[in-house]
């Protein structure tokens, strides 16, 4: 997509980029607001240091059904508001320390069938205000109990269909 493809559509609030062949995330304009952002079901492999520096306004970002293997440290650094983060069905394994310090509004994660063996590859903190962690279909191998005191008390991990 060429970057000023939605240039014009200052009013634009959800884009659906679903069941595509996008190989990596299209630059947009940061004159369009868009809140609400699906690029499922493309083939998208990894997430690279400021992917959404010009979408501040996401509030939901879906990005379930890709080839995700790898997320850098910087991906999600501008959004701030971002409420929701899907990345289910991708082949990720680990998440780097501090990915999601930025990430001071999300509330629901879902890393549904991925290939994460254990809850410490997650890299997450009690800092994040998460309500809601979805984790069925992974290959966990095993659950320490002190990992628990590092996530927010509220908390529910969904680890069962």
Do not use: C
């Amino acid at each position: 997509l060429h970057p000023k493809t939605f240039a014009n559509l200052q009013y634009l609030k959800t884009l659906d980029l679903s069941n595509n062949k996008l190989e990596e995330f299209p630059q947009i304009s940061n004159k369009i607001e868009v809140n609400v952002l699906y690029i499922n079901h493309n083939n998208i492999k990894k997430i690279i240091s400021y992917n959404f520096v010009q979408m501040p306004k996401l509030t939901k970002l879906l990005m379930g059904k890709n080839q995700i293997d790898e997320i850098h440290v910087d991906a999600f650094v501008s959004l701030s508001i971002l409420e929701e983060l899907d990345l289910s069905t991708n082949m990720l394994s680990s998440l780097p320390e501090g990915w999601a310090e930025s990430l001071v509004s999300l509330k629901y994660l879902n890393l549904s069938n991925n290939k994460f063996t254990s809850l410490e590859y997650l890299s997450l903190t009690s800092a994040l205000p998460i309500m809601e962690i979805y984790l069925m279909m992974n290959p966990l191998e095993y659950l320490n109990v002190r990992y628990f005191e590092d996530l927010p008390q509220n908390l529910t991990i969904h680890l069962i269909n």
